[in-house]
């Protein structure tokens, strides 16, 4: 009895802070589901009209960051007025990437759009959520007519597939995605870097296992549950804007060079994100750095 009640509090104190962050989504849908109903509000999830329980939502998520994790944005400067792809590296859970947009709306008022996997629009009871909060699929049409309408763009490159089966390492898995620098230069916008301290020591998934990456390559559904939510510290930073340059290809966008008065830098967009990590991140991570981080007052 005492070892099966150690397995099921170890298995609970594992588990509990991801199943609690579901449970939180799906309660914010419920109650975006009754300010619907109660105000009569058939408007775009987009429009104004939604703003005040945006707010109300952004201001709850925001909070929760403060708390569990410390949070920081930095870089904000980095983003453009106008339209822009951001580019970020993907956690084990993404939670960092929600706070990241709750607190730009409440510093802002702006609505960055997240392109998601196309499982997360099958997950039942999340479709006003999800337009709400500005999810869209990968659509390179859907994109374009984002950034042409002024919005923000978000992607992680990596997907699900970084999320899985990368590690405290934070290696990046991108492959061969282009698509980003594609639609980058067709709606001529800047691209910007984006990276989370620490992500990865807040959640992680269990060492890679052949049965589960070929579970996923074959259904690219997540069947790897993540672990943790350990209140460690997290900072997000925002890098210096890739401008757009009429004269290059979507190639030359992935290998781009940026001068910058008498120095050179030579950022692959990759490379950017890899940058920020390397910056800001101990390699391999260590959690018990990340939570002794949360006592230290110092901006990095």
Same mark, same amino acid.
């Given at each position: 009895? %005492? %070892? ?8 609970? $104190?594992?588990?509990?802070? *991801?199943?609690? %962050?579901?449970?939180? #989504?799906?309660?914010?849908? %419920?109650?975006?589901?009754? &300010?619907? =109903?109660?105000?009569? $509000? ?21 909070? &929760? ?21 951001? /580019? ?5 859970? *993404? ?14 008022? =702006? ?12 997950? !039942? ?9 500005? $999810?869209?699929?990968?659509? +390179? ?18 997907? /699900? ?28 916008? !800047? ?7 620490? $992500? ?34 997290? +900072?997000?930073?925002?890098?210096? *804007? #890739? !401008?757009?340059? !009429? ?39 260590? #959690? ?13």
């Amino acid at each position: 009895l %005492i %070892i099966a009640s150690l397995t099921i509090s170890a298995i609970l $104190v594992f588990f509990i802070v *991801p199943l609690t %962050i579901v449970f939180f #989504i799906y309660l914010t849908n %419920i109650l975006l589901l009754i &300010y619907q =109903r109660n105000k009569e $509000v058939k408007a775009d999830p987009l429009s104004d009209v939604w703003d005040s329980v945006r707010k109300t939502i952004a201001s709850f998520w925001d909070t &929760y960051a403060r708390i569990w994790h410390g949070y920081e944005l930095h870089g904000v400067e980095n983003l453009p007025e106008g339209p822009g792809i951001l /580019v970020y590296y993907h956690g084990a859970i *993404p939670i960092d990437y929600l706070y990241f947009l709750s607190r730009l709306f409440l510093w802002k008022k =702006r609505i960055c759009l997240s392109v998601a996997d196309h499982f997360v629009f099958r997950l !039942p009871g999340l479709k006003l959520l999800l337009g709400v909060t500005g $999810v869209i699929p990968g659509r +390179r049409q859907e994109c374009l007519v984002a950034l042409r309408n002024g919005y923000l763009v978000s992607i992680s490159p990596g997907g /699900v597939r970084e999320a899985l089966f990368s590690d405290e390492s934070y290696q990046l898995m991108w492959g061969n995605r282009k698509g980003f620098a594609q639609v980058a230069l067709e709606a001529k916008v !800047p691209i910007i870097p984006m990276y989370t301290q620490n $992500v990865r020591e807040g959640y992680r998934m269990f060492k890679e296992r052949r049965f589960f990456r070929q579970l996923y390559e074959s259904t690219r559904l997540p069947f790897t549950p993540p672990y943790g939510g350990l209140p460690v510290k997290f +900072r997000t930073y925002i890098g210096k *804007p #890739i !401008p757009y340059d !009429p004269n290059m290809t979507a190639e030359e966008l992935v290998e781009k060079v940026i001068c910058k008065g008498k120095f050179l830098f030579s950022f692959q967009t990759k490379t950017a994100v890899q940058a920020l990590i390397s910056k800001h991140q101990t390699i391999p991570g260590n #959690i018990w750095k990340a939570l002794l981080e949360r006592f230290d007052k110092r901006r990095k």
